[in-house]
């Protein structure tokens, strides 16, 4: 009994001894996102809806590995929820674009809103990062404009950071995608 009480606490003991995989967690950010200035409403635009597609709302980083298969990085996580932090990256990228900053519709007081979809935003198995998103323009009920947006960037380096910094790339490029478009209608 002492035989079998021992190799029990000596397995696990062992097994306890390896190096944890530490978690690393990424920020959705822009550094001129954290410049203090005198905000400058928009009276044409409002940010409507931005939603993404369900596989992308989960805290892992994501890789297709083969055709249509995805897998979510276990240790490579946002360090906040994706929709809040597209959202948000979004609003601030357009604003800054624009010349003038887009606010919520529910605070803003321009008719026309701004509503993007994400479909796809992840790794890909050749190394790059790819981006797929609709984004229209609503004036009350009714869609002015529509439009679609499908880019990919290649990783500078191998991991998971480049992938983020492709990641933001190609929002900062859909941003300003959007923003000249705005700009030209208007």
């Given amino acids: 009994m002492k035989i079998a009480t021992s190799i029990l606490f000596l397995t696990m003991l062992s097994a306890c001894s390896g190096t944890p995989t530490e978690t690393h967690y990424y920020l959705l950010r822009d550094d001129s996102m954290a410049q203090s200035r005198q905000l400058t409403l928009s009276t044409e635009y409002a940010m409507g809806s931005v939603t993404i597609s369900s596989y992308l ?3 892992g980083l ?3 590995t083969n055709n249509g ?3 979510p990085a276990l240790k490579h996580q946002w360090a906040e929820p994706v929709q809040e932090s597209i959202d948000n990256f979004l609003r601030t990228q357009i604003s800054l674009s624009m010349g003038e900053d887009i606010f919520p519709a529910d605070v803003s007081p321009a008719r026309n809103e701004l509503e993007i979809k994400i479909n796809q ?3 890909t198995q050749d190394g790059e990062a790819l981006i797929v998103a609709y984004w229209w323009v609503r004036n009350d009920d ?3 404009s529509a439009h679609q947006f499908s ?3 290649s990783l500078n380096t191998d991991g998971y950071g480049a992938l983020v910094d492709a990641e933001r790339s ?3 490029a859909l941003a300003e995608s959007i923003a000249t478009t ?3 209608a208007g």
Avoid: A, S
């Fill in 182 to 184: 705005l700009k030209e």
């Fill in 151 to 153: 880019e990919t960037r």
């Fill in 121 to 123: 935003l992840h790794g």
């Fill in 57 to 59: 709302d989960r805290p």
């Fill in 170 to 172: 190609l929002l900062v």
């Fill in 69 to 71: 298969e995805v897998r």
């Fill in 142 to 144: 009714k869609v002015i």
């Fill in 62 to 64: 994501v890789l297709e």
